[in-house]
């Protein structure tokens, strides 16, 4: 019980400790960020203009009243509650939103204070700045501890901790997808994108190197067929889109290959309908391999079991080799 006691003490002194800090962070970067508005408004020529400094003495009369205003809004956002470390979009937008009701008190505010003096109100491009410069100060002191643990895994991910060596096939849109996958892995570790021989070679995707592409497959003309198993349903996979798939293309590219477009690409082969109707299977196969090489493909690549059974043996198309994209991609490499 003891031990559960300070436990427990602890873990309280460390969230008051980390709320005030907040507080004292937002304390200054409120002040802050209207003190540098001001700065910026009134610096003209490489000069501070003769007004400046009555402006500053106006805002530095009114600015404990702004702060504290300030502090109890973001109470009532919950912007000390939050559990930083998953920060995300909901969090943002109450970031937005506290700091536009921030924004109309400023400007309420200062209207009814210097009502009577000479100012009369703060130029309107300070309250302009202001809000912007303390919504970015603000969401970055909520949004930095988790990006910090973000990098942190990643660091991690890529040193000892890997055991698997990994070639990403691809550095453009579909490699950095799946990089980012890689990254909440803790035992595979990107060593390299492989990718065009004449489109980003020497460069760098997310700290990979991307090396050449391959020439084995130069001038080779492949159709890719997606069939249902990538592609559906598609709010449930989400791995591409299930109308205009690219996927696959992007890896026959990578590979130094020709990807070949045809209308049956995405088109279901009849599936396990072999069982039971096979000249159903049959007949939607048929029309599967008859598209791909009417349109100029070599080679039809797959990556389900199912399909290749259905797209080999029940399209009665012979003269059309379908392979597993696993099969393409060791050609490519010089295994097989």
């Not at 009369?61 to 956002?77: E, G, N, R």
């Not at 501890?145 to 550095?171: C, D, F, P």
């Not at 939607?284 to 009417?294: E, G, Y």
């Not at 399909?307 to 097989?336: H, I, M, R, W």
């Amino acid at each position: 019980m003891p031990e559960e006691n300070r436990k427990s003490k602890w873990i309280y002194v460390r969230w008051f400790a980390i709320r005030f800090l907040l507080v004292v962070y937002d304390i200054i970067a409120v002040n802050a960020a209207c003190y540098l508005a001001l700065l910026t408004r009134f610096y003209v020529a490489k000069q501070f203009h003769s007004a400046a400094a009555q402006y500053i003495e106006a805002y530095t009369s009114y600015a404990p009243y702004y702060t504290i205003l300030c502090l109890v809004i973001f109470c009532c956002f919950n912007l000390y509650s939050g559990i930083w470390k998953y920060a995300g979009f909901n969090d943002l937008n109450r970031i937005v939103g506290a700091n536009v009701v921030c924004f109309i008190v400023h400007i309420i505010g200062t209207l009814i204070l210097l009502r009577g003096t000479p100012l009369i109100r703060m130029p309107i491009s300070f309250y302009c700045l202001s809000a912007f410069t303390q919504t970015c100060l603000i969401t970055a002191s909520r949004f930095s501890y988790r990006l910090l643990l973000l990098e942190k895994v990643r660091v991690a991910n890529n040193g000892k901790g890997a055991t698997i060596n990994a070639m990403v096939i691809g550095a453009v849109g579909t490699g950095k997808i799946v990089l980012q996958e890689l990254e909440r892995e803790k035992t595979v570790r990107p060593v390299c994108a492989l990718n065009y021989k004449e489109i980003g070679f020497g460069s760098l995707l997310d700290g990979v190197p991307v090396v050449n592409g391959v020439e084995n497959l130069k001038g080779k003309k492949i159709a890719a067929y997606y069939g249902c198993l990538l592609l559906r349903p598609g709010k449930t996979m989400q791995m591409d889109n299930p109308e205009n798939p690219k996927i696959l293309e992007d890896f026959i590219r990578a590979i130094g290959a020709t990807p070949v477009l045809y209308p049956m690409r995405n088109e279901c082969c009849g599936g396990y309908l072999t069982l039971d109707e096979k000249s159903v299977a049959e007949s939607r196969s048929n029309k599967v391999m008859t598209s791909a090489k009417d349109h100029g493909a070599e080679m039809v690549i797959t990556a389900c079991p199912l399909c290749l059974y259905n797209l080999q043996k029940n399209s009665g198309v012979s003269d059309l080799p379908v392979v597993y994209f696993t099969e393409l991609l060791a050609e490519a490499l010089g295994l097989k």
